[in-house]
């Protein structure tokens, strides 16, 4: 009969033994599961940082299990999950804390962010130890670390001979998908088009049937999920250098010990940087094998753009959640 040594079994017999040659046990921490919950695919840059440097780093005491295409929850619902105790990790979206604090949607705010650098600048900032301390306090939930997702462009199923796409007022009537929430409806408003709130997950449904105009995501996104199959151009508007980050159950951090805190924190940092510098690299190699898949890619009018967006914030309600002072400190930190 072969016996399954379960790791906790082969854990215990060789402390026992030590026991027995009169060695002091070795602590070993209990086994925990760290489950992460993520709509991205198995194969998205940040996905792979997470199971190639955040998994192996914590597998002294904890079994990384993640789970992708929104398979384990909805995208959009992972953050609550956290909150209920259901799920331990998420890599979460600005745009999704911005429902629960509106202030949040800075982060979210077209041509805000430069580049990859300064929004992990903006996050280690003194400005964002209050915004981070308040999804502690009210969410039950830390904000580890800072992850690169890129510069969202504008991806249409029309070719630019039917539809060029060089200032906002091109993209009127434009059923342009954005994800769900209310600062990416706002975004895609702001870009001229009319914004169309859908699951990440229908995105790539949704364009071979014509149900959407185009979508929005940085170059690597266009290839990871195929959407170079459904659509004809990609403006480069670079409307959003977005930006994710890797969610934690303060609950699941609060029974760690001292030690293993600096581990997940260490391991969540290199995740990020990893990631980052993969995504980085994707993106300024991926438009000639995008092209070679008969979409056209090209530069519009971005100071059009960059002052119509801007223009929509400025006034806005959304603006007006932003705490005094803190949009000068984040250009602050630009270049
Ligand atoms: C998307 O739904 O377009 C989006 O890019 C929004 C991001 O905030 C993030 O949720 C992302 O999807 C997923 O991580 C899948 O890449």
């Given at each position: 009969m072969i016996m399954k040594l379960t790791r906790r079994a082969a854990l215990g017999s060789i402390a026992a033994a030590g026991l027995a040659f009169g060695a002091a046990a070795p602590s070993f921490a209990a086994d925990m599961t760290f489950t992460l919950a993520t709509s991205g695919s198995e194969t998205d840059q940040r996905s792979v940082a997470m199971a190639s440097v955040f998994a192996p780093m914590v597998a002294g005491f904890a079994d990384y299990q993640p789970g992708y295409?929104?398979?384990?929850?909805?995208?959009?619902?992972e953050l609550e999950a956290i909150a209920r105790g259901n799920l331990t990790m998420s890599i979460a979206s600005a745009q999704e804390l911005a429902q629960f604090f509106p202030e949040f949607s800075i982060f979210a705010?077209?041509?805000?962010?430069?580049d990859a650098a300064h929004q992990v600048r903006v996050f280690n900032d003194p400005l964002m130890d209050p915004f981070k301390q308040k999804v502690e306090d009210?969410?039950?939930?830390?904000?580890l670390s800072v992850m690169y997702l890129g510069r969202r462009h504008v991806n249409l199923r029309q070719t630019r001979e039917e539809l060029d796409v060089q200032?906002?007022?091109?993209?009127?009537?434009v059923n342009l998908r954005m994800p769900g929430t209310d600062a990416w409806q706002f975004l895609g408003a702001a870009l001229g088009a009319s914004p169309t709130p859908l699951a990440f997950s229908e995105v790539y449904t949704s364009l071979s049937t014509g149900a959407v105009d185009g979508q929005d995501n940085p170059l690597p996104t266009v290839v990871d999920q195929k959407f170079y199959e459904v659509t004809k151009q990609?403006?480069?508007?670079?409307?959003l250098v977005d930006l994710n980050y890797i969610a934690f159950s303060l609950e699941t951090w609060n029974s760690l010990t001292a030690d293993q805190q600096l581990t997940v924190q260490r391991a969540a940092d290199a995740a990020a940087a990893y990631g980052r510098l993969k995504q980085l690299d994707k993106e300024n190699n991926l438009a000639d094998f995008i092209r070679s898949q008969g979409v056209e890619i090209y530069t519009p009018d971005l100071a059009a753009f960059r002052e119509h967006v801007q223009g929509q914030y400025a006034g806005s309600e959304v603006a007006a959640?932003?705490?005094?002072?803190v949009l000068d400190r984040i250009n602050a930190l630009g270049n």
């Open positions: 295409n929104g398979t384990l929850f909805a995208q959009g619902t705010t077209g041509y805000v962010h430069q009210e969410l039950g939930v830390k904000l200032t906002p007022a091109d993209l009127a009537g990609i403006a480069l508007t670079s409307h959640s932003w705490p005094e002072g």
